[in-house]
Nanobody
């Protein structure tokens, strides 16, 4: 069984920074992506950023966080990170780590870590 454990959430004032970490335990194989989603109160869960496995390490971030958030991963450790700078109150949400095993059409989710940004 694959489990994802997030850490790094907390409370910060606008303009501050946080770094989220997620580590996948258990064995898995095949082309995959790891990423971060978030869900604000009363809102749907939305993609924030994701990054692929393999040599390409293709990464993308949504427009609302471009230039502020950076995603990275360590394939050897099955870990993914989200460096969040210049945080805004609109970034307040529960952030969830995601692992997608593309060819197996399987998703795994962490339990989430809360990020609160005050003005």
């Amino acid at each position: 069984q694959v489990q994802l454990v997030e850490s790094g959430g907390g409370s910060v004032q606008a303009g501050g920074s946080l770094r989220l970490s997620c580590t996948a335990s258990g064995s898995f194989f095949g082309f995959n992506s790891m990423g971060w989603y978030r869900q604000a109160p009363g809102k749907q869960r939305e993609l924030v950023a994701r990054i692929s496995s393999g040599d390409t390490n293709y990464a993308e971030t949504v427009d609302s966080v471009k230039g502020r958030f950076t995603i990275s991963r360590d394939n050897a450790k099955n870990s993914v990170y989200l460096q969040m700078n210049s945080l805004k109150p609109e970034d307040t949400a529960v952030y969830y780590c995601n692992l997608n095993l593309v060819f197996r059409n399987v998703d795994y989710w962490g339990k989430g870590t809360l990020v609160t940004v005050s003005s």
